[in-house]
C-alpha cells in the first residue's frame, strides 16, 4: 500500500479518560450540541433554503471561501450560506459517517448515482481513461460505458478472475492517460472480490507516470462500512448508496462519499455547482439511521449465514455466491481474509433451471418482498437480469456471471426461521410438477 496512504491519520477521536470511544456510541451525539437548537437532545430539521449573515463582511467571508477565491484559515470552515451549499443537518451527518470509516471528510447527495456522478465529473477530463472492474451496479456500469464516451473519456474493464494479469496490462497500455481506478467490491451481484490493496499500488504507479494523482474510487455498498473500511487498505476515496445500509429502511434516497479532505473539498465545490448534495430531510432520516446501523447489519448478516447455508445444502440450488462460502484455497478467500471482516447480508444464488424456475420462485415468495434494492430491514429479492442489471446485453451478462438462473437476495433482520421457511416453500413451488 502507499505509504502516504497509509500514514494518515484519523482527525476525530474522542475519549474518555483516554478511552477511544466507538463509532457506535458516538453516532447518537457526535457534531451536535443540544444548546444550538434550544436544549433538543435530537438535532431538528433546519428546513430553510438561505441563512442570515451577522454582517456583510461575514458574508463576504463566507462566500470567499465557498468559492476558492481564497484560502482556508487554519481551523476555518464555510459558514452557511444557502442550502445548496450547506446546511446544519448535512454538515452534521457528513461528520458522523466519517467515523465508521476513519475518514477526514464526506459528502452527501441526493442518490447514489449522483455522489457517483459528481465525484467520476470532479476530476475526469477528456481523453482521460477509467480503468474498472466489472460487474458493477447497471447505473454505474451505464454511465461509465455510455454518457462518459460523450465527452471523450474511455473506459477499460475487468474481472476478480483476471484483476492481478488484466489490470497491470491496461494499465501498461494507457499508462498517462488513466486518471480512475474505480472498483466495486464485492461486486453487484456476483459478490465477486476486487484486491483493494492491489489496485492501490497500481494507482500509485500509475500517479508516477502521469506526474500528478491517479485515483482509487471503491464503492462499499455491498458490506457497508461496518464489514470494510476500504481506506485503511489504500483507496482514495469510498462511495456509498446511503439509501442502502445507511438509510436501511426503504424511505429514503441518498448517496455518500468519503475520504481525505482535498479529494472530497473538491467533489463538494463541484457537488454546489451541478446541484446534487442532499436536502435537510435526507440528511435528518440518515442521522436517524445511523443510530442503529451497527445492530441492524449485525442482524442481517448473521441471518444471512443462516441463509446461505440452507440454500448450499438445497438440492433445488445449484450454487450460492456468498463470501462465508468461499473455498478456503481461493484466491478470493485470500482477499476476503485480508479486507473484511464479516461477509454482509447478500446472498445470491444460482436456482436450477433458468428464467422460468426463477420467476416461479420469485412469484412464491410470502414474506420476502419482489424489488430491487438492497440493506433494508426487510428481505428482498430481484432477478438481475431481467431488472437491475437488464440494461447490459445477455452476452456480456454471462460474460460477467449473471445468467437467467440468478436470484440475488438481500437478507432483513426478520426471523431467520421465518426467512428459510419462506425460501423453502418458494423453492417447492418453483419445481412442483
Known amino acids: 500500500m502507499p505509504k502516504d496512504k497509509r500514514a494518515r491519520k484519523f482527525k476525530h477521536p474522542i475519549t474518555i479518560d483516554g478511552h477511544v470511544l466507538r463509532p457506535e456510541s458516538l453516532m447518537m451525539s457526535y457534531g ?7 436544549g433538543a437532545l435530537k438535532c431538528p430539521i433546519f428546513q430553510t433554503s438561505t441563512f442570515v449573515f451577522k454582517t456583510a463582511e461575514e458574508g463576504k467571508r463566507f462566500f470567499e471561501i465557498a468559492y476558492g477565491l481564497r484560502e482556508k484559515e ?23 459517517l466519517t467515523l465508521w470509516d476513519q475518514a477526514e471528510n464526506a459528502a452527501v447527495f441526493e442518490s447514489g448515482m449522483a455522489a457517483i456522478t459528481t465525484s467520476l465529473l470532479s476530476f475526469l477530463k477528456p481523453g482521460d481513461v477509467i480503468l474498472h472492474s466489472t460487474p458493477l451496479y447497471g447505473g454505474t456500469e451505464f454511465l461509465i460505458e455510455n454518457i462518459l464516451p460523450k465527452f471523450n473519456i474511455d473506459h477499460h474493464h475487468f474481472y476478480a478472475r483476471d484483476q492481478y494479469i488484466r489490470l497491470p496490462e491496461l494499465a501498461e497500455q494507457y499508462g498517462s492517460r488513466v486518471k480512475i481506478i474505480y472498483i466495486e467490491t464485492p461486486a453487484n451481484p456476483t459478490n465477486d472480490l476486487i484486491d483493494i490493496e492491489f489496485c492501490a499500488d497500481i494507482a500509485e ?9 491517479v485515483y482509487l474510487f471503491v464503492d462499499n455498498t455491498f458490506l457497508g462500512p461496518l464489514w470494510q473500511q476500504p481506506l485503511r487498505h489504500g483507496a482514495d476515496l469510498v462511495i456509498y448508496s446511503a439509501t442502502k445500509f445507511i438509510g436501511g429502511h426503504s424511505d429514503v434516497v441518498a448517496g455518500a462519499v468519503v475520504g481525505p479532505e482535498e479529494i472530497v473539498d473538491t467533489i463538494k465545490f463541484h457537488r454546489s455547482i451541478m446541484g446534487t448534495m ?15 446501523l451497527k445492530l441492524r447489519m449485525t442482524a442481517q ?18 450454487k450460492v455466491y456468498y463470501l462465508d462460502l468461499l473455498p478456503e484455497d481461493s484466491e478470493q478467500f485470500k482477499i476476503y481474509r485480508k479486507q473484511c471482516t464479516a461477509p454482509g447480508s447478500i446472498i445470491s444464488f444460482d436456482i436450477h433451471g433458468g428464467e422460468k424456475e426463477a420467476f416461479k420462485f420469485l412469484n412464491s415468495l410470502k414474506l420476502i418482498k419482489l424489488a430491487v434494492s438492497l440493506g433494508s430491514t426487510e428481505s428482498l429479492a430481484e432477478h438481475p437480469a431481467t431488472m437491475t442489471h437488464a440494461d447490459i446485453p445477455p452476452e456480456k451478462q454471462r460474460e460477467m456471471g449473471i445468467t437467467e438462473k440468478m436470484i440475488r437476495l438481500s437478507i432483513g433482520v426478520e426471523n431467520p426461521e421465518d426467512i428459510i421457511k419462506d425460501i423453502e416453500q418458494a423453492l417447492e413451488q418453483a419445481f412442483k410438477g
Open 32 to 38: 451536535y450540541n443540544p444548546e444550538w437548537s434550544e
Open 74 to 96: 487554519v481551523d476555518e470552515k464555510i459558514g452557511l450560506i444557502y442550502s445548496r451549499l450547506n446546511n446544519p443537518d448535512l454538515e452534521i451527518l457528513e461528520d458522523r
Open 205 to 213: 504507479q500509475l500517479s508516477e507516470k502521469r506526474g500528478e494523482p
Open 278 to 292: 442532499a436536502g435537510p430531510w435526507t440528511g435528518w432520516l440518515l442521522m436517524r439511521s445511523l443510530e442503529t
Open 301 to 318: 448478516m448473521k441471518n444471512a449465514r443462516y441463509v446461505a447455508r440452507f440454500l448450499d445444502e438445497h438440492p433445488m440450488v445449484e
